[in-house]
């Protein structure tokens, strides 16, 4: 619950309430933009010191090229070990303006990586150049599940993705989303080799492709995260 009211503060002060369990969001991207994936969980001070890092580090983000997307709340943490609050879409221009922030921030705002660990208990980033133009809708109606993918060998995980993907549709899931080639920070290092997002009618659907997934094994597989987002 408590997670659930700092994400509605960070739609509230950061997107004016652009909240996915509030209506359906259609996020689009152009090939060469750049994918950002934020997976954070907020501290009991974060709607006392976010409205600095609004003015500081999210005003240069903003000046930089970034444009915030939808933010979405973990409900349910289904494979691996990290626990995170938020899901959060944004958007930068390119490589080259993803990597100026990256590159000039402390510059610009000496005390960044400070005021993220006052605001933030964990904060893990990837991001990643879109090969093609890509549009699909979050539907506040569905069931929405991430799944981030380690491979331990990449012939043995290709055979792993291709039976998982034939499995999820076979079960019911539509996939809207897969990234390849992850990028991340130093500090907040997020980098799966395999990230993909499905859309499943309920969650009865997705729990009973979650069995057969379990019957597939970890041949491959060095580690996994998935959620359940909302």
């Given at each position: ?28 991207f152009k090939?060469?933009?750049v ?9 009991p ?8 890092y ?11 090229g ?21 899901f ?10 993803r ?25 893990f ?5 879109m ?24 012939k043995t ?33 997020y980098?799966p ?32 995260n ?5």
């Open positions: 619950m408590r997670q659930t009211k700092l994400v509605l503060v960070v739609a509230a002060i950061l997107l004016g309430g652009l909240l996915v369990n509030a209506q359906s969001k259609t996020v689009t090939k060469g933009e994918l950002d994936i934020l997976l954070f969980t907020g501290k001070e974060f709607s006392k010191l976010f409205p600095r609004k003015e500081t580090a999210f005003t240069f983000a903003v000046k930089t970034y444009q915030p997307q939808p933010i979405l709340s973990i409900v349910e943490t289904t494979q691996g070990g990290i626990q995170p609050g938020s959060v879409f944004g958007k930068w221009p390119g490589v080259s303006a990597k100026k922030f990256l590159n000039e921030i402390t510059t610009e705002v000496p005390d960044f990586h400070e005021q993220r660990r006052a605001m933030w208990s964990s904060f980033l990837a991001y990643y150049e090969e093609k133009d890509v549009s699909f809708d979050l539907n506040p109606e569905k069931v929405l599940v991430a799944t981030a993918y380690w491979k331990d060998e990449s995980f290709m055979n792993f993705k291709k039976e998982w993907l034939k499995k999820a549709k076979n079960n019911g899931g539509k996939v809207l989303l897969e990234l390849n080639d992850a990028m991340s920070s130093v500090g907040y290092m980098k080799d395999y990230m993909v997002l499905t859309e499943w009618n309920d969650r009865a659907s997705f729990y009973a492709f979650a069995k057969v997934n379990m019957q597939m094994g970890e041949k491959g597989i060095q580690n996994v998935q959620f359940i987002i909302k």
